[in-house]
T-cell receptor, first 116, second 115 residues
Framework: SAVISQKPSRDICQRGTSLTIQCQVD?????MFWYRQQPGQSLTLIAT?????????ESGFVIDKFPISRPNLTFSTLTVSNMSPEDSSIYLC?????????????FGPGTRLTVT | GENVEQHPSTLSVQEGDSAVIKCTYS??????FPWYKQELGKGPQLIID?????GEKKDQRIAVTLNKTAKHFSLHITETQPEDSAVYFC??????????????FGKGTKLSVKP
């Protein structure tokens, strides 16, 4: 498996501001993903972070609202832009494609965001 | 597209009893089925997975069974312990040529194990 860290672990933000969440993995991975999990709900894929190119967004999520970077095989950021209370959620980084493994997918600890 | 249904949404058992969580999927092309355990305040943890070339897989007290014909798979936890209390998610995806399609998750089952 992989050790995945996220920063910050939680934050309380004012509406209209933006927050950038960082995801760091301790080994190179093929795939990195960003998910949203609203309280008491299941996981929803926001986008796949592609190294060196634009992220691939799922239906209902757009780059202007959730810009994503992936400069290398171990690091990615997700920005939540122009936040509103509806963006209050847990944001999870996920990775797959570790060397020597088949295609298991692992999750980070999450970033708990509250927008006031 | 793929749809994954998970039942029950909540499950309460006595310590030492067995717990079973069931999922059905709609896309017959799905061939990879992981299960995740999410404890309060933590990210989901992969606990076991199964691929469609096998019907059952065990790891100590947990096991997963797959019925491809009926398109359902189940998680079995034996000799439950209070630390098994968590939310469990099933998921399905398609693995192909060394890559994998997106995981589609069930809505989760909150398992409570009473001492």
């Amino acid at each position: 498996s992989a050790v995945i860290s996220q920063k910050p672990s939680r934050d309380i933000c004012q509406r209209g501001t933006s927050l950038t969440i960082q995801c760091q993995v301790d080994s190179q991975v093929t795939m990195m993903f960003w998910y949203r999990q609203q309280p008491g709900q299941s996981l929803t894929l926001i986008a796949t972070a592609n190294q060196g190119s634009e992220a691939t967004y799922e239906s209902g999520f757009v780059i202007d609202k959730f810009p994503i970077s992936r400069p290398n095989l171990t690091f990615s950021t997700l920005t939540v832009s122009n936040m509103s209370p509806e963006d209050s959620s847990i944001y999870l980084c996920s990775v797959a494609g570790l060397a020597g493994e088949t295609y298991e997918q692992y999750f980070g600890p999450g970033t708990r965001l509250t927008v006031t | 597209g793929e749809n994954v249904e998970q039942h029950p949404s909540t499950l309460s058992v006595q310590e030492g009893d067995s717990a079973v969580i069931k999922c059905t999927y709609s896309d017959s092309a799905s061939n990879y089925f992981p299960w995740y355990k999410q404890e309060l305040g933590k990210g989901p943890q992969l606990i076991i997975d199964i691929r469609s070339n096998v019907g059952e897989k065990k790891d100590q007290r947990i096991a997963v069974t797959l019925n491809k014909t009926a398109k359902h798979f189940s998680l079995h936890i034996t000799e439950t312990q209070p630390e098994d209390s968590a939310v469990y998610f099933c998921a399905a995806s398609i693995e192909y040529g060394g890559s994998q399609g997106n995981l589609i998750f069930g809505k989760g089952t909150k398992l409570s194990v009473k001492p």
